[in-house]
């Protein structure tokens, strides 16, 4: 595959843009190589700078699961920019969207609507720390809830590709009130609260972790989470950031049957544009300006064009059938990479639900940052270039999920499948 105008395009970006790009997981930095560039999206293939196709696995980190283009969000965004783009006045489409957020997601009794999932994890960590006049926040280990300061320790995403423990540029203080467990751990969480109880302000987790590649919770850690939270008198905040309306019409809380408190939404709610919320308990809500004294404000919240997506991708998912069909593509998608990788004699290891996975190059179970860690990062990196090669992009980084969109076809699962199959053989 010829790349040279991708990095025509990467040699100028360099010059002007902290290493040629606005995001460091769009670096190949873990899997070598220089990222191309793209010009064109349409279902579920992308097309770059010099002509080549990919089938798209990354979908812009998950909020295209109708794929890239797809005519009723654009017709929906077209059709409401012409009218203007941003008044920072209210409009009546962010309450439609309020409402089918509420709809949707029965914890929600309030949201307010922001720009990205960054804003919407600390302003959900504000107001529960406004509401409960704490400060600590119990955060786990690989998952990843944007790049405001308190959060980055030991995070997920691009900072575990980095290999980075925290950031440089947040002062130690910061993140003195983060403490940071093992995902999946009861019982490190039960002896946290012992320890610190009356001064813990929230527990914020991935209910399902997408960003240190998938990692599945176990039901007894979602419910220490949730009946410690409400015994010590502090709030339990789901990020479904990623996995909000991915694995089904609303929160994954609807079907581990545990409600948190805040929810943090982003990606798909926005289909596809800056939009992000954070919402739940109306008491909580309320505490936030102009109604309560927790601050939070944005020029762009709310956006026009932002909203008209978001709603018409709902609508999109409301259709009958969406979510069976995307989970039956997905799941026959997850498991076939992990029987291609073992029957070519790959060390490997898969975790889904629904529409979003991650094949891990190591073998037994992945249940915490500590499984995945021991991935052999190599092995994923030699996967994803060849790959590439063939017209298949993978996100470039082990510790990312793979999502399957509406717009992936079986034939593009079977011709995934070959190319996997082909690609462990000559490992
Ligand atoms: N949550 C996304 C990847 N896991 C973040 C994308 C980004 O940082 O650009």
């Known amino acids: 595959m010829k790349r040279t105008k991708s990095a025509e395009a990467f040699e100028l970006a360099k010059r002007l843009i902290p290493g040629g790009v606005n995001s460091p997981v769009r670096a190949f930095k873990s899997v070598g190589g220089d990222p191309f560039f793209v010009r064109k999206g349409s279902g579920a293939r992308i097309w770059d700078a010099d002509g080549n196709e990919y089938v798209d696995f990354v979908c812009s980190w998950g909020p295209l699961i109708l794929g890239h283009a797809h005519p ?44 990205s999932g960054t804003e919407a994890a600390m302003s959900g960590i504000r107001a529960a720390r406004g509401f409960t006049r704490r400060d600590l926040v119990v955060k786990f280990d690989g998952c990843y809830h944007g790049h405001s300061d308190g959060l980055l ?200 639900i629904g529409s979003m996975g991650t094949l891990f190059f190591r073998g037994g179970e992945v249940k915490c940052w500590d499984d995945v860690k021991k991935s052999d990062t190599s092995a994923y990196a030699r996967f994803f270039r060849k790959m590439l090669e063939r017209g298949f992009y993978f996100a470039p980084s082990q510790f990312e999920a793979a999502f399957v969109s509406a717009a992936h076809t079986d034939a593009d699962v079977d011709t995934t499948l070959r190319a996997a199959e082909e690609s462990f053989a000559t490992d």
Do not use: W
Not at 266 to 295: C, F, H, S, T
Not at 316 to 341: D, H, M, N, Q, S
């Open 72 to 115: 009723v969000v654009v017709e929906a965004v077209t059709r409401v920019v012409s009218d203007g783009m941003t008044f920072g006045i209210p409009t009546e489409r962010e309450t439609e969207l309020a409402g089918a957020l509420c709809d949707a997601i029965p914890s929600m009794k309030k949201v307010r609507l922001c720009s």
């Open 153 to 352: 320790a030991k995070a997920g995403s691009g900072v575990a590709t980095l290999g980075l423990p925290d950031s440089a540029g947040v002062p130690a203080s910061f993140t003195s009130c983060t403490i940071v467990l093992p995902y999946n751990d009861a019982g490190a969480l039960a002896a946290c609260f012992d320890a610190h109880g009356s001064k813990i302000a929230a527990v914020i987790l991935e209910p399902v972790a997408g960003n240190m590649g998938v990692v599945l919770p176990e039901r007894k850690f979602l419910e220490s989470c949730r009946e410690l939270t409400r015994s010590h008198g502090a709030l339990l905040i789901f990020d479904e950031v990623i996995t909000g309306f991915r694995i089904c019409y609303g929160g994954v809380q609807k079907i581990l049957g545990i409600e948190p408190d805040i929810t943090v939404l982003g990606k798909i709610v926005g289909g596809g544009m800056p939009l992000a919320a954070y919402g739940g308990r109306e008491d909580v809500m309320n505490m936030i300006a102009p109604v309560g004294p927790v601050y939070q404000a944005g020029t762009l919240s709310g956006n026009p064009a932002a909203v008209a997506a978001g709603i018409a991708t709902l609508s999109e998912l409301k259709r009958p059938g969406f979510y069976e069909k995307i989970e039956t593509r997905g799941r026959r998608f997850f498991e076939g990479l992990v029987a291609a990788a073992k029957a070519a004699g790959v060390e490997a290891c898969g975790n889904s």
